[in-house]
């Protein structure tokens, strides 16, 4: 259909420019959820160098293209679809590892690195990166951080926010610049880090990233505590006032318990990771308060451990009905921490087949359900209760039906316009992202 | 060069002052403003107090309202206004620029909110940095950002210049414990940004406010976190021969897969000048380094992490490993490094305290290449710093009696700069850039860098109007030679400590 570009051909190497009628149907389907309905982008492309991607980038702002700007495509379907996309963008082969500085424990990749192998490289040094996002296989470090995707670690280490030191990207003009540095401690300038992480890909295209790094606690050990409502509540305002230092602290709905075989109930579940005598130490005196509180009780150690995080990870990460395949919808969602568990009473009530999770520290979560069970009425009673929580809900998967009936960011602040005012000097022309996020 | 976007101080203006305090008056009351000469000279310089102007008035509001107000009367008379906290700052950040109009938070002393259960507390930027450890510790919990000058800066400085402290190793420095705040935009618009709840959708407007130096508006309502107290609490002391094998231990014990709580190195002309002054009696004279390395947590893990850290400074050469855990002990093995910035003052007739940052494992080669600096300029030069996180405080003893002296100091101060940049390192890792070191800004960044950022200030204060001239080089601050007779002595405050 479309020949290429000449202006495109001569700053790419073939390989890096694939038109959309080429594009593999598994590319094809990651794209689609990002843009309107019925219409196609021209082409894919993959820059392998920086440079390459600040020429396209120009190009692009020159000849007032818009561009879907993507990592390895793991969560294009997060945020609303955009319009007229001429472009898509991939920065999946900006992958070089630039500096483990292990001593330092910061590490710089290039943006399209994926999580995986970022922990890859860490762990022969006994680091890692403190994140565990969603699809954490494909999921690019670039990605993770435009949608300041971090999981249940982050009761300890904190959001993307808290990790990420430094920044190179590219900007809406194709000029490349940076931000903050490859050090822990650094107040030199204005802090860009903070706008891009969440900020979706829509004021810049990452291409380069430091982040802090952590060391692998030397043991684990996971506490899961079920039984009455009260009971738990109680359990869990002890450890807040408790000196325990759990590095997760999650509630875990009775439907995401039953699909990782630990259970059929609620429960609170403590992870620890420290060295081994305080990881024994505070599991026991967690069971000692349980026992107290006629809680019941089990704990997990070794692989079995590391197991069933990785399938609370995967469940909710599991985009169609295992049993039918049908459609589900994927939100975050916010509370303050006391409201987490009443969240996922409700959330029970309104749909008893939805997968949850909620942080007990911070009160964000996401959940999982299904599409069937998820309607704007739905949506909207979740997004008023979190709200009257001082929280929020965004739907970040659904149908494109769905998606179309609500207001799928539900922020309900009164800043939008300094956020839109930012939008329009990062990106006056408006190429980035189009229509995807808060700022549209 | 990049230049600021700064229309408003860059205007040639004839200010009516006596028109404007009588419209501040009017619309705030006499008793919230300040217009007399004498009464304005307290409030010409912050805690760097090289750099004084006198601003033409200040105005002490006691709520988001009134600094509403006093912003809406700035714009309407096109006046620059600068916010002031507790004006300890260290780079100038408070410091009046020309026609200007102050506007401190001293008034806005309320906390307005304290939620145990979800761990939160909401306050006005006027509060002390240690009251909020105050109003929480009878319950058990603390506010773990802890600059030095604790026990007088304001929150609202504080998150101005997103300011750290010994405990930032393990608990992140300011914005890491900032939720949300209100702000004062300098159109005087009032917004919430962020809120109880972290990560709500939208950029991360928090996170872009806190750390800009008064530059974006003025915070008016700021919620934190706050963290629960440690049971436990320990503190070793190890001395070395060389400061690498200090600066080796360092790595040791992170590689080890220890965050300690804190963790403070000084070298040897810093500990010869404390027992010279505060006689502690605890550091050996003849140690080329000391390393302080603070541990607390649950016992079980502070326990185990003690004897760590003891057998790696061991492994790597110490000679003495001495820990405490009863605060009495725990005290005086801290005595001298608290000691150490007055015990300069005692030394030498002037010093003057640098704030860099470089990656922690090029501390060997990075500090023998300052005392090089130190012997080209002429000068000796202390090392007092945050090891742990690679944060360097360099003290320059000089005597500013000695014409000149200023100078050269300034060109020594700038040189460890760059070489913190070299280092692949910071200019500033707690005390902002301020008036003071804007013009270092282009070592660490590039046009481009320096443009995006402003695009940020274009956005949100785009008539300059809050405080310009900071943070950013211009013609003007950074194409001339630095005006003469300063001197570059920091305000000793009574009870606070310099770290
Ligand atoms: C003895 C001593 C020790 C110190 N130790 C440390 C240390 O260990 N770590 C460290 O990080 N710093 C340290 N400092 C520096 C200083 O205390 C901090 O920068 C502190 O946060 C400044 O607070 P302040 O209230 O004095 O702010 P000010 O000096 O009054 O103002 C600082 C900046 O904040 C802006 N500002 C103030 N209030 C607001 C507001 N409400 N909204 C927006 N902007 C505002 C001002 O315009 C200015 O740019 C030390 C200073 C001294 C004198």
């Not at chain 1, 500096?99 to 762990?123: H, S, Y």
């Not at chain 2, 938070?105 to 906390?111: D, G, L, N, S, V």
């Not at chain 2, 804190?262 to 505060?278: F, H, L, R, Y």
């Not at chain 2, 016992?299 to 820990?323: F, L, M, P, W």
């Amino acid at each position: 259909m479309t020949a290429i570009a000449p202006s495109l051909s001569k700053i790419l190497p073939e390989t890096a420019l694939t038109p959309w009628d080429e594009l593999s149907p598994d590319w094809q389907q990651r794209i689609a959820p990002a843009i309107a309905p019925g219409q196609t982008p021209q082409y894919l492309i993959q820059p392998e160098t920086e440079e390459q991607l600040a020429q396209v980038i120009r190009q692009a702002h020159a000849g007032d293209r818009n561009v879907l700007i993507c990592g390895n495509g793991s969560k294009l379907g997060w945020g609303d679809a955009a319009e007229r996309i001429d472009w898509v963008i991939s920065t999946a082969r900006l992958n070089r590892l630039i500096e483990n500085a292990a001593g330092d424990l910061t590490l710089t990749v290039e943006a399209g690195t994926t999580l995986e192998q970022i922990q890859t490289v860490l762990e022969p040094h006994n680091l890692f990166l403190a994140l565990d996002p969603a699809y954490p296989k494909t999921a690019t470090i670039g990605g993770i951080i435009a949608t300041a995707d971090a999981g249940s670690l982050r009761h300890r280490y904190g959001g993307v926010r808290d990790l990420l030191l430094g920044i190179q990207f590219v900007r809406a003009d194709g000029e490349i610049a940076k931000a903050g540095g490859r050090v822990v401690k650094n107040v030199a300038g204005y802090d860009l880090m903070k706008l891009f992480t969440g900020g979706y890909g829509t004021l810049g295209l990452l291409t380069q990233v430091t982040l802090r790094t952590y060391p692998i606690p030397e043991a684990f050990r996971t506490v899961l505590l079920t039984g009455e409502k009260a009971a738990l509540e109680k359990m869990s305002l002890a450890i807040a006032q408790s000196s325990l230092s759990p590095i997760s602290q999650d509630w875990l709905s009775s439907e995401l318990m039953q699909s990782t075989a630990q259970g059929d109930t609620t429960a609170l579940a403590l992870r620890f990771g420290n060295v081994e005598a305080s990881v024994v130490e505070q599991s026991e005196e967690v069971r000692l308060l349980g026992q107290k509180l006629g809680l019941g009780l089990s704990v997990l150690v070794g692989k079995p451990e590391e197991g069933f995080w990785a399938d609370v990870s995967d469940r909710l990460c599991q985009r169609t009905s295992p049993i039918d395949d049908s459609e589900t919808v994927l939100c975050k969602f916010g509370v303050m921490p006391t409201a987490s568990e009443a969240t996922v009473q409700l959330i029970k009530e309104l749909s008893s087949e939805t997968k949850v999770r909620v942080n007990g520290g911070s009160g964000l979560g996401m959940l999982r359900g299904m599409a069937a069970d998820w309607d704007g009425e739905a949506v909207g009673r979740l997004r008023s209760h979190c709200q009257s929580h001082k929280g929020f809900l965004t739907v970040l998967e659904a149908p494109a039906g769905l998606k179309q009936q609500l207001d799928v960011w539900g922020y309900s602040g009164n800043a939008l316009p300094v956020m839109q005012r930012i939008k329009e000097q990062f990106d006056p022309k408006k190429t980035l992202n189009p229509g995807r996020f808060v700022v549209g | 060069m990049v230049v600021a976007v700064n229309p408003a101080a860059n205007q040639a203006q004839e200010f009516d002052w006596d028109a404007i305090a009588r419209a501040f008056e009017q619309a705030l009351g006499k008793d919230r403003v300040v217009r007399r000469r004498e009464e304005l000279l307290v409030y010409e310089c912050d805690g760097l107090t090289s750099y004084r102007q006198r601003p033409n008035l200040a105005v002490l509001p006691r709520t988001t309202g009134e600094v509403s107000t006093a912003i809406k009367l700035c714009n309407q008379w096109n006046v620059p206004f600068v916010a002031r906290g507790s004006g300890t700052g260290l780079s100038g950040g408070a410091l009046p620029t020309e026609n200007s109009v102050l506007i401190v938070t001293a008034r806005m002393k309320q906390i307005l909110d304290v939620d145990l259960d979800n761990h939160r507390v909401t306050v006005q930027p006027g509060v002390i940095n240690s009251w909020v450890t105050q109003a929480v510790s009878g319950a058990g919990f603390y506010y773990s950002p802890d600059p030095s000058s604790q026990i007088i800066c304001s929150v609202g400085g504080n998150v101005a210049e997103n300011s750290g402290g010994v405990h930032c190793m393990k608990y992140g420095v300011t914005t890491n414990h900032v939720l949300g705040l209100k702000m004062v935009l300098p159109d005087g618009s009032i917004v919430d940004v962020g809120g109880s709840v972290q990560e709500m959708p939208g950029y991360d407007l928090t996170g872009i406010f806190v750390g800009s130096e008064g530059t974006l508006g003025i915070a008016t309502e700021i919620t934190l976190r706050i963290l629960k107290s440690a049971d436990t609490i320990r503190v070793l002391l190890a001395d070395f021969e060389t400061v690498e094998a200090a600066g080796a231990a360092v790595t040791g014990i992170v590689g080890a897969g220890v965050i300690p709580a804190a963790m403070e190195m000084m070298d040897n002309m810093s500990i010869n000048a404390v027992e010279d002054v505060a006689k502690t009696d605890c550091y050996p004279r003849d140690a080329a380094a000391i390393l302080l390395v603070e541990l607390d947590g649950r016992e079980s893990e502070v326990s185990v992490n003690c004897d760590r850290v003891a057998q790696i400074c061991k492994e790597h050469g110490a000679r003495n490993v001495t820990s405490a855990s009863d605060p009495q002990e725990r005290a005086t093995l801290w005595k001298g490094r608290k000691a150490a910035f007055a015990a300069m003052g005692q030394l030498s007739p002037d010093y003057y305290v640098q704030d860099g940052v470089i990656p922690r494992t090029q501390l060997p080669w990075v500090l023998e290449e300052i005392a090089n600096l130190g012997k080209q300029h002429g000068y000796y030069v202390a090392n007092v710093f945050h090891a742990g996180d690679g944060n360097l405080h360099p003290l320059i003893l000089y005597d500013n009696a000695v014409p000149g002296a200023l100078e050269k100091v300034e060109a020594l101060g700038g040189d460890i700069l760059k070489l913190c940049v070299k280092a692949g390192g910071s200019i500033s890792g707690e005390h902002g850039i301020g008036a003071d070191k804007r013009c270092y800004m282009p070592q660490m960044f590039s046009e481009a860098d320096l443009e995006t950022m402003q695009q940020v200030r274009s956005a949100i204060n785009p008539k300059g109007l809050a405080n310009p001239t900071k943070i950013f080089p211009t013609p003007k601050t950074c194409g001339e030679a630095a005006n003469a007779a300063k001197s570059l002595n920091i305000k000793p405050i009574d009870g606070v400590e310099q770290f």
